[in-house]
Structures are given as structure tokens and as C-alpha cells.
């Protein structure tokens, strides 16, 4: 049972990665339109444990990947990601466990760092059918 559950999560990571490629390649106002477009209301506060990785949407958005099945659009209240010198580290606070917008801080250890306005879940899979669909047409 664990082996399906593993494959499963690698399978899932692969096509999240595929999808952040292919996002990539999109303006930054394209890419953030479509996780815009795929997020839910914002949240007040988000469990906060080991984070798989993160991507820069704009210089106030970023995509924090906590497993492949949940992934969060994150409003910061300034250029923060401007002044990262392409750090690959991204450090967030929290309080015991949880992320909470309003209060919790994202930097990337050169001392500026931006508080997190807002938080939204990302449904991925939707957001991938999306960008696929969107591809497609514009190959017809």
C-alpha cells in the first residue's frame, strides 16, 4: 500500500513540476491570472510544515508548494521577491505550526523581508487542465 501511495505522490509532483514549466513560459500576468483564476477565498491561517518548494508568480506573489495536492498563492505586501539575489532559500515564520496572513513574514535572508497580505489555496489539477486547454487552442 505504501508503494501506490508513493507513486502516487511522485506521479503527482511530476505533473505539478510540468505544470510550473509550462507556467513558466507564461508572462507573469498570464501565470498569475490562471493561479488567480484556480484559487479559493482567502484563508486566515494555513498549516505550516516542511514546504516542498516555492515559485515566484511576480515580484508580490508566490506559489508555496506544502505537497502536491496543496499549494498556496501568497499576496506579499511589497517587492520582497526584488531584492532575493536569486536565493533558492525562502524562510517564512509561523506560530506553532501555522502561517497566518497579516502576520507571518517571508525573506530570503538579506534582512528585507514582506508580510504576507493573503493566502489562498490553489487547485492545481484545475489550473493544469486550464493551461492545457489554453495551449491547445492556441496550436489549433
Known sequence: MNTIRNVATVLSAALLVSLAA???SMPREERLALYQAHAGEPLRKI????????EEVDENHILLTMRPSEVYLMTLNGPCLDYDNGKATMLITNTAGY????????????????????IRQVDMKAAREANKASS???RT
Open 22 to 24: 509550462c507556467a513558466s
Open 47 to 54: 498549516p505550516y510544515f516542511s514546504p516542498q518548494g516555492w
Open 99 to 118: 502561517v497566518q496572513q497579516k502576520f507571518d513574514r517571508v525573506s530570503f535572508g538579506t534582512g528585507m523581508n514582506c508580510r504576507i497580505e493573503e
Open 136 to 138: 491547445d487552442a492556441i
